[in-house]
């Protein structure tokens, strides 16, 4: 069983790009999140998709949008790149939306640097 | 605003000693909590949960954490350190009163020392 896959592992943009993350969730999961991990920090929650909806979504900018498809994988979208966005950026999976106990499930993560 | 401290961002202890990793949270209603562990160019592994279940609840790897409501905290603890645990620990919380919320902790890294 795969666990969740995450693509590309690395990525280089320059500022004011636009770029896509893709995530594939473990088997059997149906609610997908975005965290982006900045060095030396912790996980910061993004959004979370649950029947191709943002279903949940921190404190992020619009700049950062998603998708989820009909086989529950996901994307992560960025637009008008900032150095700043620099960072590390894992999806995890779960089942069950919501209710808050449940396990999520990271992948690897795709480091992006901005230049 | 709600928020997740983890005292210490490194942490250094001998093999076989004791590990003692500090998270406490701030609200008044008990939260969901967790502790994972991140290991070098690697994605996040769930240690242990807590789900207003047992208050003491054990995880992969020796590992097990406290929830103790009075003093907002949930410090993990492995009674006897293996190099194999040198990785980042963090603490998280999920709130779903109100807002949602899923907030982790800064991070601790724990270094074991031959």
């Known amino acids: 069983d795969a666990g969740v896959t995450q693509s590309p592992t690395h990525l280089i943009k320059t500022r004011g790009q636009q770029v896509t993350l893709r995530c594939s969730p473990k088997?059997?999961?149906?609610?997908v999140s975005w965290y982006q991990q900045a060095l030396g920090q912790g996980p910061q929650f993004i959004f979370q998709y649950y029947e191709e909806e943002e279903r949940q979504r921190g404190n992020f900018p619009d700049r950062f949008s998603g998708h989820q498809f009909p086989n529950y994988s996901s994307e992560l979208n960025v637009n008008a790149l900032l150095l700043g966005d620099s960072a590390l950026y894992l999806c995890?999976?779960?089942?069950?939306?919501?209710?808050?106990?449940?396990?999520?499930?990271f992948g690897p993560g795709t480091r992006l640097l901005v230049l | 605003a709600q928020s997740v401290t983890q005292l210490g961002s490194h942490v250094s202890v001998s093999e076989g000693a004791l590990v003692l990793l500090r998270c406490n949270y701030s609200?008044?209603?008990?939260?969901?909590l967790f502790w994972y562990v991140q290991y070098p160019n690697q994605g996040l592994q769930l240690l242990l949960k807590?789900?207003?279940?047992?208050?003491l609840v054990k995880g992969i790897n020796g590992f097990e954490a406290e929830f103790k409501k009075s003093e907002t905290s949930f410090h993990l603890t492995k009674p006897s350190a293996h190099m194999s645990d040198a990785a980042e620990y963090f603490c998280a919380v999920t709130y779903t009163s109100g807002t949602y919320k899923n907030i982790f902790g800064t991070g601790t890294r724990l270094k074991v020392l031959a």
């Open positions: 807590y789900t207003s279940a047992a208050t």
């Open positions: 609200s008044s209603v008990p939260p969901y």
């Open positions: 995890a999976s779960s089942g069950l939306l919501g209710a808050g106990g449940e396990t999520q499930y």
């Open positions: 088997s059997g999961h149906d609610t």
